[in-house]
């Protein structure tokens, strides 16, 4: 993983685009550099269903348990489509101008997106949110989910959020969720779920829905992580905003989860090792499925 300016990778914290942490102070402008502007809606990676889910069939009654993914029921998500949305993008930082035009997401005009922040060692939350994507994009398929991310690789630029919640939307997803890493002050810990507040705007019909969400995301990530609960933000790691354009532009039901602070020490660890993202996806697909099948 190339080392980024800090500079870079205080965005997410300071500028609260898409994340919780508000109120710090400091640059937050991506590196010079650039060229064309965000990801057309084209790229935007659209994954199928597979017919069978891995492990379907093995044993007894299909009643066998994939130790990856967890999954004991083979399509029990079946018709179901989830929208994921992984927070920013590795290639950011080079098109400052694409990434701070800004947009309107009805409570106010905000930056398109921001880099990310990181842990002090250089993993960035795009890298981060990217790899967890993948996981939860897998294991939700194999337990027959159509899923759907906002983005198609870690390398280029965006999209926009006002992008990212139109995905959702057009893809009239049961449910969406969006996943970053905080980079608030190194003394704060724990995870914490964002939820949508009434705004009078679209997202007011699905308010209650992202709040069912949300609480089923919050035990699912706590109980099969570990991760406290946020010291720093909101109650009982639960969080209500109106300045996320990803939450005020969605139809659909929507969270973003903010699974630890990335400038905590112990919290970068864990970061960074594969098996606890696997944990991370793992309880998150539980989560959502938990929402989705009450
Ligand atoms: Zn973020």
Same mark, same amino acid.
């Given at each position: 993983m190339r080392a980024l300016p800090v500079t870079l990778l205080t965005a997410c914290g300071l500028l609260a685009t898409a994340c919780g942490t508000a109120g710090a102070s400091g640059s937050a402008s991506p590196a010079a550099g650039g060229h064309a502007a965000g990801v057309p809606a084209g790229q935007v990676a659209t994954q199928a269903a597979p017919?069978? $889910?891995? !492990?379907?069939? /093995?044993?007894a009654g299909g009643a066998s348990r994939d130790q $990856?993914? !967890?999954?004991? /029921?083979?399509?029990?998500?079946?018709?179901k489509v989830v929208v994921i949305d992984p927070g920013?993008?590795?290639?950011?930082?080079?098109?400052p101008k694409a990434v701070n035009r800004k947009v309107n997401v009805l409570t106010q005009w905000k930056a398109c997106d921001t880099t990310g922040t990181s842990t002090n060692d250089g993993y960035t939350e795009a890298a981060f949110s990217w790899d967890v994507s993948n996981r939860l994009a897998k294991i939700l398929k194999s337990r027959g989910a159509t899923v759907k991310l906002?983005?198609?690789?870690?390398?280029s630029v965006g999209p926009c959020i006002t992008q990212r919640a139109a995905i959702g939307n057009r893809a009239k997803a049961d449910a969406a969720i969006s996943i970053h890493g905080d980079g608030s002050a190194p003394g704060n810990h724990g995870f914490h779920v964002i939820m949508p507040k009434k705004i009078?705007?679209?997202v007011d019909p699905v308010v209650g829905d992202s709040r069912r969400l949300g609480l089923a995301v919050r035990d699912a990530y706590h109980k099969g992580t570990g991760v406290p609960y946020?010291?720093?933000?909101?109650?009982k790691a639960l969080d209500f905003r109106s300045d996320l354009g990803g939450l005020n532009?969605?139809?659909?039901?929507k969270v973003f989860i903010?699974?630890?602070?990335?400038?905590?020490a112990a919290e970068a660890a864990k970061f960074r090792d594969p098996a606890f993202r696997q944990r991370v996806a793992l309880a998150l697909a539980n989560g959502m499925q938990h929402y989705l099948q009450p």
């Open positions: 017919s069978a $889910a891995p !492990g379907a069939g /093995r044993g $990856a993914t !967890g999954t004991a /029921r083979a399509e029990s998500l079946a018709g920013h993008n590795g290639g950011n930082y080079r098109d906002t983005r198609s690789d870690n390398n009078n705007g679209p946020s010291t720093y933000i909101g109650s532009l969605s139809t659909v039901p903010e699974c630890g602070n990335m400038r905590n």
